[in-house]
C-alpha cells in the first residue's frame, strides 16, 4: 500500500468557488446586454398549462415606450437557455424579447388533458409543441410594453429552433385562424430555425381535433408577414429531398425543392439568402448556413441572420435603426458560463474531498493500493491493445445498444457470445476450486464472467424501457441502454482480461478500487449525497443571483422542478451500475507509475469518452467532406452524443480524482451516478411530470 497525497482541501474549494461566482456574474453581464437589459425568470398560467420563459427587458421599455416583441424557444429536449444568441442579440438592440421554455420542458407544465389519454410516443410527443408559442404570443400581446399598432395588430415575432420552429409555424396559423374571427393579427413576423412542415402536416394525425399544416396551407395563410427559415445545409432532419434515400444525415438545398419554392412562392428553384415578395404583400427569406441542426444555436451566421431578419421586419417600428447582425457578445456569455462549469466541477471533488475528512463521512477512506509497476514489452502491449477495444466498443456498439432490438443481427451475436463466456465463466470457476495457486482469484472471476455473461444474455431477449408511463423520458431511455450494453459488455471484458492477465499477476478487487467494508460505502454514498446536494444548492444560489448556470452549448446543469424527481429515482439505478463499473475500469487502469498526474486523467478520459468521441469526429468529418454522414441514419442520436463527451469526460476526472483520495470507487462512482442522472433528466423532455 501506498500513502496517500496529502491535500489542501480548502485550498480548492476556495479557488472553484471564486471561479464560479466571478464567471457567472461576467455571464449575467453578457446576459443582460452589459446591464443594458434586466432579465428575469417569469411563468404564467394558460389554458393549457403553466409556461415558464426568461423575459428580457430593455431599460427604457415600458408601457408608455412600448417596443416589439420577439419570443424565442427551443427545440426537442432543450430549454429556454437554448436560445441564449438570440435572446442577448435581440434584446440588446431594443426588442422585449421572452425565451421560452415550451410545455413539458424547462420549468414549464402541461395540462395532462392534452395527452388524449395515451401513452403511444407519437400522441404522447406532439401536444408540447402545438400549443406553446402561441398561448405565450397570446400572453405577451395583453402587456402594455409590447407595441401594437393602431388597428390593434401586435408586433410579435416568433422564433423556435427544431421543435420550436414547428410550434411557431403552429403559432402563425391559430393567429390566422383568431384573425377571421376579430379582425387583428398578433404575430408580425415568425423566422424557423432548423425546422420545415414536416410534423405540423401531421399534427391531424398524432393530435385528433388539431389542424394540419402543410406548406401549400401555409402559403395560403402568411397574412401579409415577414416569415423566413434558417435551413441548414447539413441539418440532420430536415430540409429533405424526397426523391434521395438511405438516411437524412446528408447535404441539403432547401431552396430547390418543393416545399422551399412553394414557401418562397417560387415556380423555379430559388435562391438562398434573398428575399422574396408574396402575393399577400408579404415578405419571404430562406437562410442556408453550413451548418448542422444543433449548430443553428450556437453559431454567429445564425444569430446574424436573425437579427437581420427581425431588423428587416421591424424597420418601421423601431425609433433607431438596430446594429446589424454582425455586432455580437453572446458568444462571450457562453465562456464565462463554460469557465464556470469547470469551477462548478472543481467544487463538487473539493466538496467532497473535505467531506471525507470530517467525523462519519472519513470512513469512506480505505488504503490506496499502491502503483502497479511498470509493465514488460509483451505484456504493455496486450494492454495497450485490450484497452483500445474497450474504448472503441462503446462507439461501435452504440446504435445496436442505443436502438435495441432483440431481432437485431448484432445483438443476437451477442447474446450468442454472451451465453459462451456464461457458460465458460461457470465451468472455470468451478474446475479451478481447488488446485489452483491463484485459485480464490480464478473463482471471483469465473464467477463475474458468468454473471456478466448471464446478464447480457437475459436483457438481449427484451426490449428495455419502452413503457413510457413508467419510463417518461424518452430520449433517456435510448441512452439508458446504450449504458446497459455498456456496463455489461465492460463487465464481460474485465473478467476476462482478470482471469488470463491480472490474476496472475497478484491482482485483486481492492486493486479496482472494489471494498465489501460496510462503513465505507454507506459513508461514501451518504457523502455523495450531501456533495450533490450542495453542489445543486450552489447551482440554484446561481440561478437566483445571476440568471445563469453551468453549460457548454447542448451540456448543462441546470436548474429544475421538483415534479421530475420520480422520474431522477426509476432512472437511478440505470446509471449508477455503469458509474460503478466505470470508476472501477478507470481505477485499475490509471492506478500505475506510468499514469501518475495529468496521463492518468487523459486515460481516465478516453476510457469514458474516447469512444464517442471518435464516432463523432468520423460521423462529421464523413459528413462534410462529403455530404454523406457515416450513419446517414443517425440523426437524434448522433446529436444525443455530443452532450456525453462532456458528460463522461467530466465524470472520468471526478472518479479518478476522488478514487486517489477515498482508496476505493464508492463514493465517486455514487456521486457521479446521482449527480448525471439529475443532470440528465433535467435537460430532457419528461412526460407525465
Same mark, same amino acid.
Given at each position: 500500500m501506498t500513502e496517500r497525497k496529502k491535500t489542501i482541501p480548502w485550498k480548492l474549494l476556495v479557488i472553484s468557488l471564486a471561479i464560479v461566482f466571478l464567471f457567472s456574474f461576467l455571464a449575467s453581464m453578457f446576459n443582460s446586454g452589459m446591464f443594458s437589459v434586466d432579465v428575469s425568470r417569469i411563468s404564467f398560467e394558460t389554458d393549457n398549462g403553466v409556461l415558464s420563459g426568461l423575459l428580457y427587458m430593455p431599460k427604457g421599455v415600458d408601457e408608455n415606450n412600448p417596443r416589439p416583441a420577439v419570443i424565442v424557444t427551443h427545440g426537442y429536449l432543450n430549454s429556454a437557455e437554448m436560445q441564449d444568441a438570440n435572446a442577448i442579440e435581440l434584446s440588446r438592440r431594443g426588442y422585449v424579447v421572452l425565451a421560452l421554455d415550451m410545455y413539458d420542458h424547462g420549468h414549464s407544465d402541461i395540462d395532462e388533458k392534452l395527452y388524449h389519454d395515451s401513452t403511444e410516443f407519437m400522441a404522447t410527443w406532439a401536444p408540447f409543441w402545438i400549443h406553446s408559442m402561441y398561448d405565450a404570443v397570446q400572453y405577451m400581446y395583453e402587456k402594455p410594453y409590447v407595441l401594437k399598432d393602431e388597428e390593434g395588430n401586435g408586433m410579435i415575432g416568433v422564433t423556435g429552433h427544431s421543435m420550436g420552429g414547428f410550434s411557431s409555424t403552429m403559432a402563425v396559423y391559430y393567429d390566422e385562424l383568431d384573425y377571421a374571427q376579430n379582425g387583428y393579427r398578433k404575430i408580425y413576423a415568425n423566422l424557423t430555425e432548423g425546422s420545415d412542415f414536416k410534423y405540423t402536416s401531421i399534427v391531424a394525425y398524432v393530435a385528433p381535433g388539431e389542424p394540419s399544416v402543410t406548406a401549400a396551407s401555409f402559403d395560403a395563410s402568411g397574412g401579409?408577414?415577414?416569415?423566413?427559415?434558417?435551413?441548414?445545409?447539413?441539418?440532420?432532419?430536415?430540409?429533405?429531398?424526397?426523391?434521395?434515400?438511405?438516411?437524412?444525415?446528408?447535404?441539403?438545398?432547401?431552396?430547390?425543392?418543393?416545399?422551399?419554392?412553394?414557401?418562397?412562392?417560387?415556380?423555379?428553384?430559388?435562391?438562398?439568402?434573398?428575399?422574396?415578395?408574396?402575393?399577400?404583400?408579404?415578405?419571404?427569406?430562406?437562410?442556408?448556413p453550413a451548418e448542422t441542426h444543433p449548430w443553428n444555436h450556437f453559431s454567429t451566421t445564425t444569430t446574424a441572420n436573425a437579427v437581420n431578419f427581425y431588423n428587416a421586419a421591424f424597420a418601421d417600428f423601431m425609433e433607431t435603426e438596430p446594429a446589424e447582425g454582425n455586432s455580437q457578445i453572446w458568444y462571450w456569455k457562453e465562456i464565462c458560463e463554460f469557465v464556470a462549469l469547470v469551477g462548478f466541477v472543481l467544487f463538487i471533488m473539493a466538496f467532497a474531498n473535505l467531506l471525507t475528512c470530517l467525523p462519519f463521512f472519513r470512513m469512506a477512506r480505505t488504503e490506496l493500493p499502491a502503483p502497479a509497476a511498470p509493465q514488460r514489452h509483451g505484456k504493455l502491449a496486450a494492454t495497450i491493445l485490450i484497452l483500445m477495444v474497450a474504448i472503441m466498443l462503446p462507439a461501435l456498439l452504440f446504435e445496436t445498444f442505443y436502438g435495441w432490438d432483440p431481432e437485431n443481427e448484432t445483438l443476437k451475436?451477442?447474446?450468442?457470445?454472451?451465453?459462451? !463466456?456464461? +457458460?465458460?465463466?461457470?465451468?472455470?470457476?468451478?474446475?479451478?476450486?481447488? %488446485?489452483?495457486?491463484? $485459485?480464490?482469484?480464478? *473463482?471471483?472471476?469465473?464467477?463475474?464472467?458468468?454473471?456478466?455473461?448471464?446478464?447480457?444474455?437475459?436483457?438481449?431477449?427484451?426490449?428495455?424501457?419502452?413503457?413510457?408511463?413508467?419510463?417518461?423520458?424518452?430520449?433517456?431511455?435510448?441512452?439508458?441502454?446504450?449504458?446497459?450494453?455498456?456496463?455489461?459488455?465492460?463487465?464481460?471484458?474485465?473478467?476476462?482480461?482478470? !482471469?488470463? +492477465?491480472?490474476?496472475?499477476?497478484?491482482?485483486?478487487?481492492?486493486?479496482? %478500487?472494489?471494498?465489501? $467494508?460496510?462503513?465505507? *460505502?454507506i459513508a461514501g454514498l451518504c457523502a455523495a449525497i450531501v456533495s450533490v446536494a450542495a453542489a445543486y444548492g450552489l447551482l440554484f444560489l446561481v440561478d437566483a443571483l445571476f440568471k445563469t448556470d453551468f453549460r457548454i452549448w447542448t451540456f448543462a446543469f441546470k436548474t429544475f422542478d421538483g415534479n421530475i424527481l420520480p422520474a431522477i429515482l426509476r432512472y437511478l439505478p440505470t446509471f449508477l451500475a455503469f458509474y460503478i463499473v466505470s470508476s472501477a475500469s478507470i481505477c485499475i487502469n490509471t492506478n500505475s507509475e506510468r499514469l501518475q498526474g495529468w496521463k492518468g486523467y487523459i486515460l481516465a478520459i478516453l476510457l469514458n469518452a474516447g469512444g464517442i468521441l471518435f464516432w463523432l469526429l468520423r460521423q462529421y468529418s464523413t459528413l462534410f467532406n462529403t455530404g454523406v454522414a457515416a450513419h446517414p441514419s443517425a440523426d437524434l442520436s448522433g446529436i444525443v452524443l455530443v452532450a456525453m463527451v462532456p458528460t463522461l469526460a467530466i465524470a472520468a476526472c471526478i472518479s479518478r480524482y476522488l478514487y486517489k483520495r477515498t482508496g476505493n470507487i464508492w463514493l465517486p462512482a455514487f456521486l457521479n451516478g446521482i449527480l448525471m442522472t439529475i443532470m440528465a433528466v433535467a435537460n430532457t423532455t419528461v412526460f407525465y411530470k
Open positions: 401579409g408577414r415577414y416569415l423566413g427559415k434558417v435551413a441548414a445545409q447539413y441539418d440532420e432532419f430536415f430540409f429533405n429531398d424526397l426523391t434521395v434515400e438511405g438516411g437524412t444525415v446528408r447535404q441539403k438545398d432547401y431552396v430547390s425543392t418543393p416545399d422551399g419554392m412553394t414557401f418562397l412562392q417560387q415556380e423555379e428553384p430559388a435562391e438562398a439568402n434573398t428575399w422574396y415578395d408574396t402575393s399577400d404583400g408579404g415578405h419571404r427569406i430562406i437562410y442556408e451475436l451477442l447474446r450468442e457470445i454472451a451465453c459462451g !463466456l456464461c +457458460l465458460f465463466g461457470g465451468i472455470y470457476a468451478i474446475c479451478s476450486a481447488s %488446485g489452483s495457486q491463484h $485459485k480464490k482469484g480464478y *473463482i471471483v472471476g469465473g464467477i463475474f464472467a458468468l454473471l456478466s455473461g448471464a446478464g447480457l444474455a437475459a436483457l438481449t431477449k427484451f426490449e428495455l424501457y419502452t413503457n413510457l408511463g413508467a419510463w417518461t423520458a424518452p430520449v433517456i431511455n435510448s441512452v439508458a441502454k446504450w449504458t446497459v450494453g455498456c456496463t455489461f459488455v465492460a463487465l464481460i471484458i474485465m473478467s476476462v482480461v482478470f !482471469l488470463f +492477465l491480472k490474476n496472475r499477476d497478484g491482482v485483486t478487487l481492492a486493486n479496482y %478500487g472494489v471494498t465489501f $467494508k460496510p462503513m465505507a *460505502i
